[in-house]
């Protein structure tokens, strides 16, 4: 026992001693950060930019005024004394950014032959701005001719957002938080199991390679080897994610003290800036606040930890069994990928249907499992399904890491030769 | 008794017996040599007696009890014909991670770490990687590794390939060391002559089996052939007698076998008679390697796969 701990060591300091580790355990999040500065900014300069925008009204939908909304900072300025076909070539040269024309038809009637003139398409937000400018000028008007006010009107109009509640609890279910949450966990984990796999493939083969590996099992089992390994790197990775989460979390606190836009409510501002950004924030927190914390963690560090081993120990056995030879690797480690990525697929379709039989399958078979339940995980998962996929995935990690033990262990002292499926079968159930 | 038994060891692959009933014994201090052209299963042997292998049948006992791999293997130093470190690990950390895992504490494995590479003019070497070191840099260090924990038996498996004159002689000192503080040497090599130096003992296998086990002397004495150099001041005009045939003249130097039923005195004494001077007159021994070859030829080299019935 002592020996593992003893190998667990060594694979830990010599991955987070070097270079490389430095580089990327801080340049990621610093990658992130930079990511998300530059998407802020793109939303605030669409957000604030003063456009100037020319009109030429020829069915007087607005009468020369404007009402438009607060949060609208473009300047409309209304022509009379210009074609449209000349504006329309020259409205750039005239200092202004886009040109909408109404042409001189019954607009009540018709109102999808406004147009508007821009160099290149318009952003989203912008367009939605003007839009809603001749929604609401259009309104108005036919307010007008029903003899009807403005008020009369409020006190007509419904405007019904359902809450939807789900499960037992009967908590708040806000799905798109939910499902991005349990995206990302899902993502976090195929993530984890490809990066952390390959590199315990590639710290495997280099022990055979270098020859070091018979020098070894000559002082350590070739399972606390192996295992040892797998526990390292998992630490490595652990470690890793720690400091991600910890600068990741620590910058945005550093840049929002500097810059005011920089929190929570900044990037569904700039995202979607005709929505009503304290509505979005409080259903961020209340989506944010139905999330069950604890279960969640607890699934999510109970897959990380089952989907880890499961493929660590595979892509260790894959790693003892090829030779130098780059192309051989790439051969073997394609069926072992395979599940992962087919994880990950059915994981996306999980948010648009969590109980369709696919994903129902996918989660509770032990090789896409830690992927697809952690992305279904929001959706209220029966907790047989929850019970079975869990022990599957167990019973799943106590086989493959014994058969991975076995091939392991035989493949690591063979050299020159090339390992067929067929023999890492038979290597796998031959006593020892 | 015995550092070790191996009795009746037997490991049969689908392909071929790699080890097919071997025996030998070997005692504390002694260094023994394992001899057998490529593929006649040392390496396997090795393994089994290593603990990374088991054997199929038969019995080891080390130092008086059944082999136990867990335990025992603290007691064992191994140096495979493939040498390998790790390239990027420290070599001062690389020495010190292997002693520790043949059980020392991380005190004294630092201790005995120094105390080899002062022996071995290695201090320098502390901080550098291994991939920074020539091919016989890396071979001290690895016999270094090897030895540090002071094993009761040390198996070298071709130690002195790579390796100059002066560093081979460095390690052959401490295997003579090591050897006399009670540790028990079992060396594989296909160098005949640094059996012979070195040696004791030896056994010799071929296609799995064990085809000769003795001292060096007596093996040699087994396969003596009567040959003897004779030294003359002139050599006489015209040999014939019964009692030898010469085989070989070199200058006054002759070669002789000596026929069935005559002994040495018989050759002097024709030579007294012929009047000539005698200079020498000394036994020719087969070497091990005249050995190895006599008795591995007419097998092919690398041997043909056979079907385990």
Redesign the interface.
């Known amino acids: 026992m002592n020996?593992i701990l003893?190998?667990i060591q060594?694979e830990y300091l010599?991955r987070v001693q070097k270079k490389s580790f430095l580089l990327t355990t801080i340049g990621v999040p610093l990658i992130i950060i930079v990511f998300y500065a530059i998407m802020i900014a793109i939303g605030a300069s669409g957000g604030h930019e003063k456009s100037k925008i020319a009109v030429i009204d020829e069915a007087n939908l607005f009468a020369g005024g404007m009402e438009k909304a607060k949060s609208d900072p473009s300047e409309y300025v209304f022509l009379n004394n210009v074609s449209p076909d000349s504006l329309k070539v020259k409205y750039k040269k005239l200092g202004y950014d886009y040109f909408l024309y109404i042409p001189p038809v019954d607009i009540l009637q018709n109102a999808n032959s406004i147009e508007l003139y821009s160099t290149s398409t318009v952003a989203v937000a912008q367009k939605s701005r003007i839009e809603k400018a001749i929604n609401n000028a259009i309104e108005l008007k036919r307010l007008q001719s029903a003899n009807l006010s403005r008020e009369q009107y409020r006190a007509i109009k419904s405007d019904v957002s359902i809450q939807n509640i789900t499960g037992k609890q009967q908590k708040k279910g806000i799905a798109v938080v939910a499902s991005v949450v349990a995206f990302v966990c899902g993502m976090l984990i195929y993530i984890i199991m490809l990066i952390y796999g390959t590199m315990v493939m590639r710290g495997v083969m280099?022990?055979k390679i270098?020859?070091?590996?018979?020098?070894?099992?000559?002082?350590?089992?070739p399972f606390q080897l192996m295992m040892g390994k797998i526990i390292g790197i998992g630490a490595v990775g652990l470690t890793q994610f720690s400091i991600w989460i910890i600068l990741i979390i620590g910058l945005r606190f550093i840049l929002s003290a500097f810059i005011p836009a920089f929190d929570l409510s900044a990037l569904p501002q700039g995202a979607a800036a005709t929505a009503d950004t304290s509505d979005l924030q409080t259903a961020l927190r209340v989506g944010l606040d139905s999330i069950p914390i604890g279960m969640i963690s607890f699934c999510f560090i109970f897959y990380f930890l089952g989907g880890y081993l499961l493929y660590a120990s595979l892509f260790a056995a894959i790693g003892s069994v090829v030779s130098d030879d780059q192309n051989e690797a790439q051969q073997m480690v394609f069926p072992v990928m395979m599940p992962i990525v087919l994880g990950f697929v059915i994981m996306t379709k999980a948010a648009a249907e969590p109980d369709s039989p696919l994903v129902i399958f996918g989660s509770i078979f032990p090789l896409t499992s830690p992927v697809v339940m952690v992305g279904r995980i929001m959706y209220d998962v029966p907790i047989s399904q929850l019970i079975i996929s869990m022990l599957l995935l167990v019973l799943s990690v106590l086989f493959f890491v014994w058969l991975s033990a076995k091939i392991y262990r035989t493949g690591i002292?063979m050299?020159g030769k090339k390992v067929s499926w067929k023999e890492m079968i038979k290597w796998a159930f031959r006593r020892? | 008794m015995n550092r070790l038994e191996v009795k009746h060891l037997k490991k049969y692959y689908t392909s071929q017996k790699a080890v097919d009933d071997i025996s030998f014994t070997l005692a504390p201090g002694s260094i023994f040599g394992l001899l057998g052209p490529n593929g006649a299963g040392k390496t396997t042997l090795i393994?089994m007696i290593?603990?990374?292998l088991?054997p199929d049948d038969g019995e080891i006992i080390f130092d008086g009890q059944t082999f136990n791999?867990?335990k025992d293997?603290?007691h064992?130093g191994?140096?495979?014909e493939?040498?390998?470190?790790?390239?990027?690990?420290k070599i001062g950390d690389q020495a010190i991670?292997?002693a520790?895992?043949?059980g020392l504490s991380k005190a004294d494995a630092l201790e005995r770490v120094k105390q080899w590479f002062v022996k071995f003019e290695m201090q320098t070497w502390w901080n550098k990687k291994v991939e920074d070191l020539s091919k016989g840099m890396q071979q001290k260090l690895?016999f270094v590794?090897t030895v540090l924990n002071d094993p009761k038996l040390i198996i070298l498996d071709e130690p002195f390939s790579g390796l100059d004159p002066v560093n081979s002689n460095l390690i052959k000192d401490e295997i003579y060391k090591l050897a006399q503080k009670g540790s028990s040497i079992i060396f594989s090599t296909h160098r005949m002559e640094q059996v012979e130096e070195i040696c004791d003992h030896i056994v010799l296998v071929n296609k799995g089996q064990k085809i000769l086990d003795g001292s060096v002397t007596a093996v040699k004495h087994q396969f003596k052939e009567n040959i003897f150099a004779i030294g003359l001041d002139s050599n006489p005009p015209n040999i014939n007698t019964p009692v030898f045939e010469v085989i070989n003249t070199k200058g006054h130097q002759l070669v002789l076998k000596i026929n069935e039923g005559y002994k040495p005195n018989d050759v002097l004494h024709y030579f007294l008679q012929q009047q000539a001077g005698i200079n020498s007159f000394h036994e020719i021994l087969p070497s091990l390697s005249d050995i190895f070859i006599k008795l591995v030829e007419g097998t092919p080299l690398t041997r043909q796969f056979q079907v385990t019935a």
């Open positions: 020996k003893l190998v060594r010599v280099e022990e270098s020859r070091i590996a018979e020098v070894m099992v000559s002082s350590v089992r002292l050299y020892s | 393994r290593t603990g990374i088991f791999p867990n293997i603290a064992i191994y140096m495979p493939e040498k390998g470190l790790y390239k990027k690990m991670y292997l520790q895992l043949k690895q590794t």
